[in-house]
């Protein structure tokens, strides 16, 4: 079956930087769409960096950057591991959130989490000093 496993978060102060892990079992990533998302208490779920499903290109080509995420967050697959990296730097209070990673066969541009099937359980992110 499809399962992903997310791991990596933790609390970390201001300015500090992080690196989410997700791991993929039961299908091979490298040819699904990957995202990330987070959700703050009391607030919707959000899109941070996402992955779409089209094949034809490199992988900076076919990720979508969320404004909170640019010249922040970067994403990465290690497609041997079977695994997908965030990593944070510049971490700030309001980057406090679950983050999720999720997945999907054909997800497209954006980070639309109607689009997306599969999903991990999420890890905790706190910034705080």
């Known amino acids: 079956q499809v399962q992903l496993v997310e791991s990596g978060g933790g609390l970390v102060q201001p300015g500090g930087s992080l690196r989410l892990s997700c791991t993929a079992s039961?299908?091979?990533?490298?040819?699904?769409?990957i995202g990330w998302f987070r959700q703050a208490p009391g607030k919707d779920r959000e899109g941070v960096l996402c992955?779409?499903?089209?094949?034809?290109?490199?992988?900076?080509?076919?990720?979508y950057y969320a404004d909170i995420a640019k010249g922040r967050f970067t994403i990465s697959r290690d497609n041997a591991k079977n695994t997908v990296y965030l990593q944070m730097n510049n971490l700030k209070p309001e980057d406090t959130a679950v983050y999720y990673c999720?997945?999907?066969?054909?997800?497209?541009?954006?980070?639309?989490?109607?689009?997306?099937?599969?999903w991990g359980q999420g890890t905790q992110v706190t910034v705080s000093s």
């Open positions: 039961g299908f091979t990533l490298s040819s699904y769409a």
């Open positions: 999720a997945t999907d066969p054909s997800a497209g541009w954006g980070c639309y989490e109607n689009e997306y099937d599969y």
């Open positions: 992955i779409s499903s089209n094949t034809i290109g490199s992988t900076e080509l076919n990720t």
